[in-house]
């Protein structure tokens, strides 16, 4: 019989894969990192891993270690009403901090601006604007494609990063997170492999889990991803490889022109499709290049959305790419929302967009948003928090911390004074950012988040 340690560790585990925290083919904690973690000795987790091995949940590969088999993996479920429970740091715990949080919560963990950094005037001003508009917009499904009004004016914006697709090429979704969703359905299918950053933004990691696709991890770099280990990577047959080029999630890191053409190189005569997703991109002030721009829109898939610049409220986003497989994800799109995203979001959105006050708003962004970093970085310093890279642009900060410190425990203990932090395991698939976090520097202005911080770090 298992003693009371490995019985609980082997809880844990089935836990985490029960959660898709842990998914088919992914790496296992190496034993002496796990056996740290959670306190116990190297030989209760081998024990604990041999039991999960003899039950089928994982197995062995020799010289590598355990990873996770897909023989065990319950269906996803809908979690039931209830109170809330204890669970591990993982993605999902990241997101529901943040969308659950209760008043007076601080958030330099969430993944958005505060209010008062939106365009509110605007966005009223729209809305009043679409209260006297015809009956039409505001009780209609929206077109199998969207918005016209609003794909034309992407297209026009398009068209100055010189990136000129056809109407055809381009159709709006409810979400960047829902354009991601559907190409996975597209061109996926389960035990199909998928590289993605490491790190990079958990909840396309979360996302993929459910589709029961293997992930593997590409180690990101100062100037995009490590091409010695993508070049390897091509060797498993990928289906997609799922990036940032501009201000990259969570690191903030830009990639460069040399291996963004060795990385189109690479690729040129494989079946990979890449996914660049944008969402970043009118908070860089700079323009970095583009892979869709390079590509041309061949093998490259463009996403993005608005909630990081307008409102995370009217939620849209929108797919660039081939013709033949934007026609494939509007009938998807169809199949599963019954058109396009919502009128009256739309609408709205191409009102802001086009208006002559949308620019100095980004403007004024870039501004603020200098001054948030500087700010950032010189009040983390005393605490041996470091940037591990100075973006050109946006709102992500991707910091060390001082050797031996783990930020998921760090997070569970600022969770508990009522901050919310975003740690670095819950962005690297192969768990090894335990010693970093992801700071929002626009929403660090209360000295509490350091305060927080602080205490949690001792």
């Known amino acids: 019989m298992a003693g009371p340690k490995t019985e609980s560790l082997m809880q844990a585990l089935r836990d985490r894969i029960a959660s898709r925290a842990l998914g088919p083919g992914d790496r296992m904690p190496s034993v002496r990192r796990f056996a740290a973690q959670m306190n116990v000795s190297p030989s209760t987790v081998v024990e604990a891993y041999d039991r999960l091995t003899a039950e089928g949940m994982i197995r062995s590969r020799p010289g590598s270690g355990f990873y996770v088999t897909n023989t065990h993996l319950p269906p996803m479920k809908v979690a039931g009403m209830g109170p809330p429970r204890a669970r591990n740091v993982d993605p999902f715990w990241v997101s529901r901090q943040s969308l659950d949080a209760r008043p007076g919560t601080l958030q330099p963990g969430c993944g958005w601006l505060p209010e008062d950094w939106m365009p509110q005037d605007a966005l009223r001003k729209g809305l009043r604007a679409l209260a006297k508009s015809d009956a039409a917009l505001l009780t209609n499904y929206a077109s199998a494609r969207g918005s016209e009004t609003l794909r034309r004016c992407l297209l026009g914006r398009f068209a100055e990063d010189h990136l000129s697709p056809t109407p055809g090429q381009l159709m709006l979704?409810?979400?960047?997170?829902?354009?991601?969703?559907?190409?996975?359905?597209?061109?996926?299918?389960?035990?199909?492999?998928?590289?993605?950053?490491?790190?990079?933004?958990?909840?396309?990691?979360?996302?993929?889990?459910?589709?029961?696709?293997?992930?593997?991890?590409?180690?990101?770099?100062?100037?995009?991803?490590?091409?010695?280990?993508?070049?390897?990577?091509?060797?498993?047959?990928?289906?997609?490889?799922?990036?940032?080029?501009?201000?990259?999630?969570?690191?903030?890191?830009?990639?460069?022109?040399?291996?963004?053409?060795?990385?189109?190189?690479?690729?040129?005569?494989?079946?990979?499709?890449?996914?660049?997703?944008?969402?970043?991109?009118?908070?860089?002030?700079?323009?970095?290049?583009?892979?869709?721009?390079?590509?041309?829109?061949?093998?490259?898939?463009?996403?993005?959305?608005?909630?990081?610049?307008?409102?995370?409220?009217?939620?849209?986003?929108?797919?660039?790419?081939?013709?033949?497989?934007?026609?494939?994800?509007?009938d998807l799109q169809v199949a599963t929302s019954f058109g396009g995203p919502s009128p009256v979001a739309t609408e709205l959105l191409a009102q802001v967009l086009t208006g002559g006050s949308y620019r100095k708003h980004i403007a004024e962004l870039h501004r603020r948003l200098a001054r948030a970093r500087k700010t950032a970085i010189t009040r983390l310093a005393p605490l041996g928090i470091t940037p591990w890279v100075l973006p050109q642009g946006g709102f992500y900060l991707w910091c060390r911390f001082p050797e031996g410190t783990d930020t998921g425990q760090v997070a569970q203990r600022a969770m508990e004074a009522a901050v919310m932090l975003a740690p670095g395991n819950v962005f690297s698939p192969s768990q090894t950012a335990a010693s970093f976090m992801r700071f929002n520097v626009t929403q660090m202005d209360a000295p509490r988040v350091y305060d927080v911080l602080a205490a949690a770090m001792r």
Not at 180 to 185: A, E, K, Q, S, V
Not at 225 to 232: G, H, I, K, V
Not at 233 to 258: E, F, K, V, W
């Open 173 to 330: 979704t409810a979400s960047a997170s829902q354009a991601m969703d559907l190409i996975c359905r597209l061109l996926l299918r389960p035990g199909d492999t998928v590289l993605v950053d490491d790190p990079g933004y958990f909840n396309f990691h979360a996302l993929l889990r459910t589709h029961q696709v293997r992930i593997v991890s590409i180690p990101y770099t100062h100037d995009g991803p490590d091409l010695t280990a993508f070049q390897s990577a091509l060797s498993g047959a990928p289906r997609l490889y799922i990036t940032n080029s501009a201000l990259h999630n969570p690191t903030g890191a830009t990639l460069s022109p040399q291996v963004a053409h060795r990385l189109l190189s690479l690729t040129a005569q494989t079946d990979l499709t890449i996914v660049e997703d944008d969402t970043f991109a009118d908070l860089e002030p700079d323009p970095s290049p583009r892979l869709a721009v390079l590509d041309g829109l061949n093998r490259v898939l463009r996403i993005g959305g608005f909630s990081k610049t307008l409102s995370a409220s009217v939620r849209c986003g929108y797919i660039a790419g081939r013709a033949d497989w934007i026609e494939a994800l509007v």
